[in-house]
Each structure stands twice: as C-alpha cells, then as structure tokens.
C-alpha cells in the first residue's frame, strides 16, 4: 500500500473512534443528569444535622509534648555523635 491510502486509513479509523468516544460521553452525561434529576424529585427531604462544634478547644502542641520531642532529639544527638 501507499502512503496515501495508509493515511487514509488511519485517519478513518481515528475519526471513527474519535466520534465513538463523543457519542458514548454525550450519552453518559446525558443518562447521569436525568438520572440525578429523578432521584432528587422523588427522593426523601433529608433532615438537617445540626453542625457540631468540637467539645475541646485546639491550643497547638502542649509543651509536655514539645519538651519529650526536645529530649529525645538531644538524646538522639549525644548517642549518635
């Protein structure tokens, strides 16, 4: 075969997947939002959860935990040197 022909070919078949693949998302889309739009008519009212507020109050890193990161650091340090 030519070149001509095997251009042809390969753009018929590009094309061809190119549509295919087109087709198949407008479909998809298409089935997801009517989809969407049944289960939201018909489905349920969810009640409202009230939002719930942390019951501590998040002040950073304690210092008990700042001071033992500090110490094992340190130790790290002598035993390593």
């Given amino acids: 075969m030519d070149i001509t022909a095997l251009l042809t070919t390969a753009s018929n078949l590009m094309l061809t997947g190119m549509v295919g693949v087109f087709v198949f998302l407008s479909l998809l889309i298409t089935c997801v939002t009517v989809m969407s739009k049944l289960v939201s008519r018909f489905a349920e009212p969810e009640l409202a959860m009230p ?7 998040s002040q950073g890193v304690p210092n008990e935990h700042i001071a033992a990161i500090s110490a094992a650091i340190a130790q790290y340090k002598t035993n390593n040197n």
């Fill in 51 to 57: 939002a719930r507020t942390p019951s501590f109050k």
